[in-house]
């Protein structure tokens, strides 16, 4: 005997609080567009036909810092960026979380120099690291889903 017997036809749905808010916030992530150098290329052809990122909830790339809630970091952040890169993450409302996409935002890539910031988690905190230069569509999707069970997993304590 199922639980769809037992209840009949109710249309009772039994849930925490904590798993209801997670959820909502793992379906309406709206991505920032923060597309630095060839990486970014690749993140908007996510949101092209073949790749569909609209089926996660996340078809719009907003512009704005304060309409967002995850940065995607695509491509090599120098030194002058940094401040305006962090100043864009300030402005973003709670939660918030960070990609890294690529070998460039991840750890400088093959520009190894003083002008260029070896790693984005230098200037802001990174939730997920997506590798590849450039990394793939499929790639940065794996990295959402990998981003949608992190929020999925968190705690009441963890929102303070």
């Known amino acids: 005997m199922g639980f769809e017997q037992k209840l009949g036809n109710l249309g009772v749905v039994t849930t925490t609080l904590e798993q209801a808010i997670n959820w909502g916030r793992t379906n309406s992530m709206w991505p920032m567009l923060f597309g630095l150098a060839c990486c970014a290329i690749e993140m908007i052809s996510t949101v092209m036909p073949s790749n569909d990122l609209s089926r996660f909830g996340m078809e719009l790339m907003r512009a704005s810092p304060r309409q967002s809630d995850l940065m995607i970091v695509a491509g090599r952040v120098s030194r002058k960026m940094a401040p305006v890169l962090r100043r ?49 569509p499929e790639a940065l999707m794996h990295g959402i889903l990998t981003l949608h069970e992190k929020v999925r997993q968190e705690n009441t304590r963890d929102w303070a």
């Open 88 to 136: 864009l993450y300030d402005q973003m409302p709670e939660p918030k979380w960070v990609i890294a996409m690529g070998d460039c935002a991840s750890c400088g890539g093959v520009f190894n120099n003083y002008a260029i910031v070896q790693g984005v988690d230098e200037v802001v905190p990174v939730d997920v690291y997506v590798a590849g230069c450039p990394p793939r």
